[in-house]
T-cell receptor
Framework: KAGVTQTPRYLIKTRGQQVTLSCSPI?????VSWYQQTPGQGLQFLFE???????NKGNFPGRFSGRQFSNSRSEMNVSTLELGDSALYLC????????????FGPGTRLTVT | AQKVTQAQTEISVVEKEDVTLDCVYE???????LFWYKQPPSGELVFLIR??????QNEISGRYSWNFQKSTSSFNFTITASQVVDSAVYFC??????????????FGQGTRLTINP
């Protein structure tokens, strides 16, 4: 069974630009969660989508948004990029949600210059 | 708010030694879940265990064992007879349900474990 895939794996953007990251969950999983990992703040929960609806949200500004498609694939968008948005963005899929067993992708390393 | 503290930033041991990773948490909830995840150099987190607050039984899975003590708000993780492949960053996490009903995980800062041959 294929694991969670994330594209692209690496991305370099300039301040002020926007970026879209993609995540394909494990087949059959309807929950997709997104996390930001930085050396300073550690691992932080961004949001979770379940059956195309945002069900849970962390404490991030509105520049961070996402969506989920009918095939459970999810995208995360960050607008007006800031230097502090440089991070590893991890996607996790699950049968039940963030409080269940989650399977993580390898992440997208975003660098903002 | 929930808080998870992993006081050990880095641990380095020689292969075959036993090693314990500490996790202390703070919560006002009576029902909660605790987790351990492993992050190898490849980057993706790997689920190791989930424990609910009503189950204080220790768990053993091969060389891994977990000791959950509500009295001290701790959920420690022990690797017995460590191996080089155990080298990774290990995260302890705690569930949080906000007033609005949102569910999420709160992670500790992680412990980088290096097993030397």
């Amino acid at each position: 069974k294929a694991g969670v895939t994330q594209t692209p794996r690496y991305l370099i953007k300039t301040r002020g630009q926007q970026v879209t990251l993609s995540c394909s969950p494990i087949s059959g999983h309807r929950s997709v969660s997104w996390y930001q990992q930085t050396p300073g703040q550690g691992l932080q929960f961004l949001f979770e989508y379940f059956s195309e609806t945002q069900r849970n949200k962390g404490n991030f500004p509105g520049r961070f948004s996402g969506r989920q498609f009918s095939n459970s694939r999810s995208e995360m968008n960050v607008s007006t990029l800031e230097l502090g948005d440089s991070a590893l963005y991890l996607c996790a899929s699950s049968l039940v949600g963030p409080l269940g067993e989650q399977y993580f992708g390898p992440g997208t390393r975003l660098t903002v210059t | 708010a929930q808080k998870v503290t992993q006081a050990q930033t880095e641990i380095s041991v020689v292969e075959k030694e036993d090693v314990t990773l500490d996790c202390v948490y703070e919560t006002r909830d009576t029902t909660y879940y605790l987790f351990w995840y492993k992050q190898p150099p490849s980057g993706e987190l790997v689920f190791l265990i989930r424990r609910n607050s009503f189950d204080e039984q220790n768990e053993i899975s091969g060389r891994y064992s977990w000791n959950f003590q509500k009295s001290t708000s701790s959920f420690n993780f022990t690797i017995t007879a460590s191996q080089v492949v155990d080298s990774a960053v290990y995260f302890c996490a705690l569930s949080e349900v906000t007033i609005q009903g949102a569910q999420k995980l709160v992670f500790g800062q992680g412990t980088r474990l290096t097993i030397n041959p």
